[in-house]
């Protein structure tokens, strides 16, 4: 089992930058795979960006790509989510996600991103 807790976010201008946080509790976190996830209001979730379990490998959607940078830290069960030239459409609440056999079955409660033009 695996407890996530997301951080970081706010208000921030267009063209700015964000570093969420997702802090992780679980002996096991190291072997997840963990991913980022963003729900703007009246729209479904989306990808953002996935990251292997030896931070080893990693994708972004096509929206973010150059832009957002995932990365984790597994001695201290962290996963980041570095957010540069924000723009108003990245406005959403941001998940983190871990995933086992394929499936993201671990969420945090998510943290709010608004970019204001």
């Known amino acids: 089992q695996v407890q996530l807790v997301e951080s970081g976010g706010g208000l921030v201008q267009a063209g700015g930058s964000l570093r969420l946080f997702c802090a992780a509790s679980?002996?096991?976190?190291?072997?997840?795979?963990m991913g980022w996830f963003r729900q703007a209001p009246g729209k479904e979730r989306e990808f953002v960006a996935h990251?292997?379990?030896?931070?080893?490998?990693?994708s972004y959607a096509d929206s973010v790509k150059g832009r957002f940078t995932i990365s984790r830290d597994n001695a201290i069960q962290t996963v980041y989510l570095q957010m540069n030239s924000l723009k108003p459409e990245d406005t959403a609440v941001y998940y983190c996600?871990?995933?086992?056999?394929?499936?993201?079955?671990?969420w945090g409660q998510g943290t709010q991103v608004t970019v204001t033009s």
């Open positions: 996600a871990g995933r086992v056999a394929g499936v993201y079955n671990y």
């Open positions: 679980g002996r096991t976190f190291s072997s997840y795979d």
């Open positions: 990251i292997r379990w030896s931070g080893g490998s990693a």
